[in-house]
């Protein structure tokens, strides 16, 4: 069974599709990244709101890599508390106890940081001390 999938994916075809796969992935995530929010919050029509989220991640690549980086190590960081408590204790069922916790706590930060990207990439003033910032008050 290992030696057949070794074989399917050295395939060439196979690789460009797992290719094709994760840059069509990385795409749409993109586009849809802001959407919802875009549409909800701002009544922003749908296409638009892809455009827009789009744009948003494009002209901000650098601070979503660093954003996508750290939570990656915050999920290893993660694992590696739970590894390490389960290795303490010498019992695989700290492990199986604790792993629901820990991702449903990982998850639940990854989402709430959501809004902190849209909030940065969509804000409505200018950063302070901004010259071409208009006035405060109108």
Do not use: C
């Amino acid at each position: 069974e290992p030696a057949a999938m070794r074989e399917l994916m050295s395939q060439g075809d196979f690789q460009m599709a797992a290719i094709l796969a994760g840059t069509l992935n990385v795409v749409i995530a993109m586009l849809f990244w802001h959407a919802p929010a875009l549409v909800h919050w701002h009544g922003v029509a749908p296409v638009k709101s892809l455009f827009f989220s789009l744009v948003a991640v494009l002209k901000n690549t650098r601070a979503y890599l660093l954003y996508g980086l750290m939570w990656m190590l915050m999920s290893f960081a993660g694992g590696m508390v739970l590894l390490v408590l389960t290795a303490l204790s010498g019992s695989a069922a700290v492990a199986s106890a604790g792993l629901l916790p820990v991702a449903l706590l990982i998850a639940s930060m990854f989402f709430t940081s959501l809004w902190f990207t849209f909030r940065d990439s969509f804000s409505d003033s200018a950063p302070p001390g901004d010259a071409a910032a208009p006035p405060a008050s109108a």
